[in-house]
Structure formats: C-alpha cells, structure tokens
C-alpha cells in the first residue's frame, strides 16, 4: 500500500530536480540550509554570488579514520569520508525522514517486510568505470553479510539477510528471513554504500586503507595514517541525489582531510586560516566561532548519549533503584554547564530528529524529591557520608566509558554529583576501546555510556531487543514485544505506534537514563557555501563550493 | 701509611653526616654550639634568595600534602556549576573550571597524591636500583656482568616509554603509575651505587675487616654501604624532581587516578581543551609543577655541592 506512493512521488522527480537545478543558486541554498537545520550563524547564501566550480577544500578532522572503507567502519571521521565516495541505494530526506529514490529509481516491498525489490537507474558507473548493475549490488550485499563482525554497522542491518536475487539486469531483490521493516533506511545510509565488484574483491585490510571504489561524486587520492585524506572530483558524476541542489559533478575539485586531534590546535588552525574547516569544534570553543564563521550542526538521530544499566547486577536489577536515578539527572544542567545549547537535553531515548521520536520530558524530569522519597521506599537509608545503604551495601554504582566524545568525561562528573545529592555514588571508569568491549561482553559494569547514531527507530531494537546486543541483560518483558512488533510493521504509523510504546517502556521501567542529545558541530570559514548533513548527521561535499 | 689496625676501630661514616656529639662541657654549651649551626644554616640561606624561595615552595608544598584543609578548606570534587570557567579572583585564586569547582582547592587537594606517588617512585628506584648496584659492586665477577647488562638494557630504553611499557602491563591507578617510573629510573641508581661500591670495596678497613673474619653479609652492610651510600643518596633528592615531571606526565596521559580525583598532571591535562578560552585551567596547576621541580632541584643541588663549598 505504500509502494504506490513511493511510485508516485518518484514520477514528479526529474521536474523538481530541474526546476532545483534551474533555479536561482541562492535560493536553493537557502533550501538545502534549512532541509538539514543547518547554519544558525545566519550567513546567508544570498549575499554569496553564484556557485563557483573549482578549489581545494581542506578539512580537519578530530581523529584518524583508521579504516575508509564505510562498510566495514563506524567512526564518524571514516564515515564523514567515506558518504563522499559511495552512493546509496535511497537517500533520506534530513527533515521529513521520508526515504527519497537515489540509485534506485523506485522499490517494492511485500507486506512481511521480508522482501525489497530495487528497480535501478541505469546508466550508472563506478569510477573504475564497471556499471552499477543488479548483480554489483548483489555482490555487495553478499560481502556485507561476509564480513559479519568486521562490519561493525552494517551487519547490524543485515540482520536475518537470506540473499539477494538478479532479476534482470536492473532489478534486484534482497530477501530477509524474518521481517526487516528498518532495511530501507538502513540502504540510505553510507554503511550499505555500494563498492564496485573488483574493491569488494580486496582483502578487508586493503579496503580499510584506501583501496574503494565507488560511484560517488569524489574519488579515493591517498591515505596517509595520521596525517591526511585526499580526495578529488568525480569527472562525468550526473547521479547526484535529489535531496542535492547541483545537478551533475561536485563543484570542489579535491577534498584534503587533514587530521588534527587536539581541539584547541584544530580551532586554531580555522582561525589562522590554515583549513577552511574543522569538525567537533568543542562546546569551549563555540563562541570563537559565533561571529564571522559558518557553523554547521545537527544533532545525530538514533539512540541519545545515556547510562545503560546493566540489569542483571545486584542493586540495579531493582526497577525502582533505576527509575530513581532517572529521576536525579538534571539534563538541561549538562546542557548548560558542561555542553552548549546545540547540545539538546535529552527528552526521549531517541532523539528528537529521529523518524518516530516521542517527547517524553515530563517523565524525564528532575525530581530530586521524587527521587530521595523513592530510594527511601526501597530502603536504602542514607549514610554518615552522605551515599545511602541497604544491608550493609552501599549504593555505588560504576560506569564504564570512552573518550570518543571529548566532554564525556566533563559530563559524567556533573552526573556524579547530581547524583551525590540523592545519595547515589557513580565511580568513572574510563577505558580504552578494547578494554571497554571486554568488559562489557563479561558483564562486569553497572553502566555502561555510550550513543548510536541511527535515523530509524529500530535502533533500539539493536540495543535493548533480547535478540539484539542487549549489553544491558534486559529480561524480555512489554518493551521487548514492542521492538519485535516494529520490526514487522511496514505501515509508518503501525510502527510509530509500537516505537512510542518502546521508548515509554525504556524510560519508565529505567532501562536507559538519557542524558543529552550529541551534535554534529563543525566549522566552516565563511568562504565556504553549501555544506549540509544528510539525515544521520554525516557531511556531504557535493554541493560545496569556495567563494573566490 | 695508615695502619688498618689503626683505622680499624672507627670506620669513616659519611662525611656529611654529623658524628653525635658526646659533649663534656654540658647542655650550655650544646645551645651555644645549635645557636650556632642555626646561625650558620640562616646565613647560608640567606645568601642565596633562590634557595630561600625553593624551601618555602616546598615547604607550602608539603603543607599542602599534609595538611590541605588548612590552604584550601572547599571539596575539591563538588563544584557549583553556575560559578563555571570563572577567572581568577580573590575569592577563586586560580579560577574555577568547567563543572566551577575551585581549581586552587583542588591543586592543593591534588598534591598529597601527586608527592606520594613521586615519593614512592623515588624510594622505588633507590631500593632496587641500589641493592642490584650494590650486590653487583659487592659480588664482582658473572654476576656483575649479568646485572650491568641488564641495567644497560635499561638504559638504552627512554625512560617515559619504559615507564609506559610498565604501566600499560600493571594497569591504571597512581601507586601503579609510581612503580613504573621507579623502575624506569631504577638504572641510573644501580650504576651511581656500583661506581661506589667498587671504590669503597677496595679500601683498607674493608680489607681490614674481611681480615679479621667479618662475614661478607656484615662487611657489606656495616662497612660498604654507609660509606657508598652519600652519592645515591643525592641523587634521589636530585632525582624528585624527574620523578614529579613523570608521574604527572603519566597523569597527565590518563593512566593515573579515576576522575574526578585530582593529580597535577590530569589537572593540566583536563586543562588543555580550554586553552583558548580558560587559560588559567592549565596554566596553573603547569606553574605549580614546574615550581616545585625547580625548587626541588635547587634544594638539592645545594645539599650536593654547595654545602661543601661553603664549609
């Protein structure tokens, strides 16, 4: 019932993307600026002249990519990258979250949600120059599922995968073993990019270090570890995305990453001009960039920075010590304190870009009150320190975290001391990514702390399904149905319906303790037009451009 | 030539070290002669302003270590956030950081772990690098050889990536991170130790006392090591001050205390982000670090040769 619609929308397609395309630049940059929420810093693109083809845009990143292969790697550096090499199947749109044709013109999915056929665009090539057939997309969803662990990401949304057929040389269909509703989104995303049969060949290692072949609007230079990504023009591209503004090739002639990890140095390289611009400008340095620059942000959709409770320990099996905490956070106080205002307080386990987001703020509130009364009821008695106690144990609590996010550490100490309030000790646990994934798959933390950036709700059904990772040790109860009952409803509204349930079950019964929403915040020199983030907050260059 | 039947009854102790005073002449003249060694020590000190500045730097710093509610009476660890990234101020006199707790407080609170840990660094070195030193100086022969080998290898290791290596493999937390630059310094003691050994080994009332039958155990801890020991001993005072500049660059890479516990080097490095904006969140604790290292070295440096000259 939905594919019609689909059908139909596509058949307006090629006017709107003429119509875009003729239209004056400006406008539809101002277009594009507000479809991704981006540009707060009120540079306009009308004072900004016509679009100019041509120039090096260099680009510091925070941290190394380690692998550009997108299908095989979750870090937003690689990721950021990689959205430039590969095209996807669909694109979603960033406002509406609505799935758009991209290198398939048009699809078709059967009522289970087990079956998506895919009706190619032809003429469509990698840049090795091979087409971008029913059997390369084949081939690609083949090594996906081959790859399995490696491709940390995108195995994930080939969960159940059974195969893909050829159809004719245009049509492919890809088969699930048991209902997949998130599948679509998921071929909107860079993870599912397609590589040409002779890249999906390599060893995965080759891969990582730079040997990729896509169909995107840029193509791989060099990688050189620890110091700079190059990539330049796409000669011939004409498949752009219709959620883009220029029809046809890129506008830049070459990308030039350069890595630079340390903030203060990446903010002053944009500063002294060194790069036209830099990503994860910290929330300190926001305000050297109010004025005069262009700062492009969007908060990431999908599962919001937030303290999982590992439910099968001790003390936080109990459901009300749980539902306690949830009540002594003081979100907006990380907001304000430790973060900045693009740094939303979280009101959901989703955040609110998210296809199918519920508000949930009244149950998220601060109720330190509530939650003293609460910690009292289940007899934790508060001690000659302040930390309350039960039995002779005390009420600390350890969580277990990363630095992949720069103020992790500043936000989990203001944390630690909302909730000191109420009597509850957290312990910091910072460790490195290996020693973090060990210790998680032993069980051995009360939180864990992490966010997953995903523009589908079934993200959740990833982290908390009981079939999922479930680093939390949920026992199966009304939230699991809920995520099980989405992933079969093809029907948006269905599925909003059983979304909603979840995250109000999640939120309720304390499964997650939200925090804040994380933001993409990068800067730009105000040279620079038409940056956007597509719908998973990553950057695309396509429709960049360098006033002269 | 000296007999070594006559000099066998008074080894020579440390020449630095005062021989306890049996004093014919009573308790006045015992004050008369304290007045003036005291008299003497002030003006020594006074003499050289930079030595006065060192033990008063140090001597806040020990305060501080012992005794930090008497500089700084707020929580180091509780901070009011609406007070957040404020200058320093009468009221906060090194400002305050991101979560507006008081950064004075929590340097002060920081000091008694950042001294322990460079306390039982140093202590570390000493005794391991001393006793292989020492028994390899004393024994002589393969295991001489076996043991300097081993220390050479040692030496040829840079120091922050030995004690890296060390702490990586022990895990995270201050006591581990003092074990690691401790041994990482251990070489330098072991050789200082054996040069000593060897030269106090040859001397007469050595020779002496293995003459009259002392066993080897007794020769080696009553008659060599206080006689080797005033060198190594220096060089521990002189070696604080690396052992401070270690242990904070180890915190200051994250393997020391679990946040929010202040160290100097976690300080500084918390700090870094905020350069730009807050300068004062490592400019500070860095001053205080390389305050303390100086003096320290100062301090030393007048305990190892200035002393001497002056006398």
Known sequence: ?????????????????????????????????????????????????????????????????????????????????????????????????????????????????????????????????????????????????????????????????????????????????????????????????????????????????????GSGPFVFGSYKANQSVEITRRAGYAWGSPLWTKSG??????????????????????????????????????????????????????????????AARPVLDDERVRQAIQKAVDRPELSKTVLSPLYKPATSVLAAVTPGYTDLSAALAYDPEGAKRILDAAGWVPGADGIRAKDGRKLSLDVVFGSAFNASQSVLELVQQQLKRVGVDLRLRKLAIGDQNNVIAAGDFDFTYYNVTRADPDVLRVIFGTQGTNRGRLPAGPQDTALTQQAQLVDPAARAAQVAEAQRQLVDRGYAIPLFELAQVHGFSAKVQGVTLDASSRLTFHDTWIKG | MVTAVER????????????????????????????????????????????????????????????????????????????????????????????????????????????????????????????????????????????????????????????????????????????????????????????EVLRVRQAEYVEAARACGVRPSGVLLRHVLPNAWGPVLVMAALEFGTAILAVSALSFLGFGATPPTPEWGALVSDGRNFVATAWWLTTFPGLVIAATVLSANRISRALDTERGDDR
Not at chain 1, 170 to 181: C, D, G, N, Q
Not at chain 2, 26 to 43: E, I, N, V
């Open chain 2, 8 to 195: 066998l009854p008074v080894p020579p102790q440390d020449a630095k070290k005062p021989v306890a005073p049996t004093d014919p002449a009573g308790p006045a003249s015992r004050g008369r002669r304290l007045a003036r060694r005291a008299g003497t020590a002030a003006r020594f000190v006074a003499a050289r302003p930079g030595l006065l500045v060192s033990c008063v730097v140090v001597a806040l710093v020990l305060l501080a270590a012992v005794a930090p509610g008497l500089l700084a009476g707020g929580d180091p660890l509780t901070g009011t956030p609406a007070e957040r990234l404020q200058g320093p101020s009468a009221e906060h006199l090194f400002g305050t950081d991101q979560l507006g707790r008081d950064l004075f407080t929590r340097v002060v609170h920081a000091t008694s772990l950042s001294l322990r840990a460079t306390a039982l660094a140093v202590a570390v070195s000493l005794v391991v690098g001393g006793s292989l030193g020492l028994v390899a100086g004393f024994v002589g022969g393969a295991l001489d050889d076996a043991v300097m080998r081993l220390v050479d290898v040692l030496q040829a290791i840079p120091r922050l990536l030995m004690s890296l290596a060390v702490v990586t493999a022990l895990g995270f937390g201050t006591t581990k991170v003092a074990f690691a630059v401790g041994i990482a310094a251990a070489a330098g003691f072991a050789r200082v130790m054996r040069a």
């Open chain 1, 249 to 310: 090739e890129a506008y830049l002639d070459k990308v030039v990453y350069k890595i630079i990890p340390e903030s203060g140095v990446r903010a002053g390289a944009l500063e002294s001009g060194q790069v036209d611009a830099i990503s994860d400008i910290q929330p300190q340095d926001e305000a050297r960039f109010a004025t005069g620059y262009r700062v492009v942000t969007r908060p990431n959709p999908g599962f919001v920075f937030a303290l999982q409770p590992n």
């Open chain 1, 1 to 213: 019932m939905l594919v019609p619609r689909r059908t139909r929308l596509l058949a307006h397609l090629p006017g709107r993307r003429r119509a875009v395309a003729a239209g004056a630049a400006a406008l539809a940059l101002a277009a594009t600026a507000a479809c991704s929420g981006a540009d707060p810093a009120g540079n306009t693109a009308a004072d900004a002249g016509p679009p100019v083809s041509g120039g090096t845009l260099s680009f510091a990143l925070a941290i190394d990519p380690t692998c550009l292969d997108p299908q095989q790697y979750g870090l937003n550096a690689s990721l950021n990258i990689g959205r430039q090499l590969v095209d996807s199947l669909t694109d979603q749109d960033p406002a509406t979250g609505e799935i758009k044709p991209w290198l398939a013109q048009s699809w078709e999915v059967n009522p289970q949600a087990t079956a998506f056929t895919f009706k190619l665009r032809p003429g469509v090539t990698f840049s090795d120059g091979t087409p971008v057939d029913a059997a390369a997309v084949k081939a690609n969803f083949d090594t996906v599922a081959t790859l399995g662990a490696k491709a940390v990401i995108a195995s994930g949304y080939l969960v159940g995968y059974q195969g893909a057929t050829v159809v004719d040389p245009s049509t492919v269909r890809i088969e699930f073993k048991a209902p997949s509703a998130q599948f679509l989104q998921a071929t909107a995303t860079v993870s599912l990019g397609l590589l040409s049969t002779a890249t999906l060949a390599k060893t995965p290692e080759e891969r990582c270090l730079g040997a990729l072949v």
